[in-house]
């Protein structure tokens, strides 16, 4: 008799159990007001959000343009090499493709190919003639034949080696003072400093760059140089004492001292 009763009071359970519907599926209503496509659409991107990840870069570039604005960049007068491109444009974009291709620092002398390094090496120096080469100069002949003309301008550190005096910042500063114009040392005026200008620093002629069309927030421009550094463009100005800043304006140079570049002159 009292198992007839479990079994009862078992079945009477079930059946509260099920009328409750406890043993379905639980379902979870939508909003009366909404619609599939409102269920299913992704959830959008918060723009102020999205502004915030941008607003250093956005601010960066707005500053960048007032410096533009501030201190324009200048160009040459002359197109030597008739491409379309002033030569300034043109020694930045030759310095650029240095730094770009980013060559091994190498000082070694090079005895053969006139004295040039192969596109993958190169020290500072070779970023100049290599910007040269981009307006359609040969630096090393122009210098090379000034040293011959006048020996008496330049101290060597020995007997005249047309393979290269070219690449040294001491053979090559006679030759700036003599035919570029000298400009200021001092980072007091953003517009004396201009893309092109070629710089040299410290007292001993330890190193040279070219200035870039780039400029830093105080508007000053950064260097294309070589030094076996990461960065081949960069803030550098401030970094080292300036001991000569010089400008190329071939239309007071004269004729005879402007040497074009020769095809294939470099072995490329």
Known sequence: MKKILSLFTLLLALTLLSSCG??????????????SEDVNKPIDKNPDVEDERNFEEIAYQEQMNRIRQMYPNI???????????DDYSDFVNGARKDAINHPIYDPAYVGTNKGYPAPERGVCTDVIWRAFKEAGYSIRSMLNNDIEN???SYTLYGPFDGYIEFRRVNSMRPFLEKYFKV???????????QPGDIVIFNPDDYHIGLLSDNRNLD???LVFHNQGQSEREEDFLSKREISGHFRFVPEDIPQGVLVPWEDGEDGQ
């Open 183 to 193: 400009l200021p040392n001092e980072l007091e005026d953003p517009n004396d400093w």
């Open 22 to 35: 406890l043993n379905e599926p639980m379902k979870v209503e939508k909003p009366e007001d909404a619609t």
């Open 150 to 152: 006048d020996p008496g």
């Open 75 to 85: 160009k040459s007068a002359t197109d030597f090499n008739e491409n379309g491109i």
């Open 219 to 221: 508007g000053f421009p």
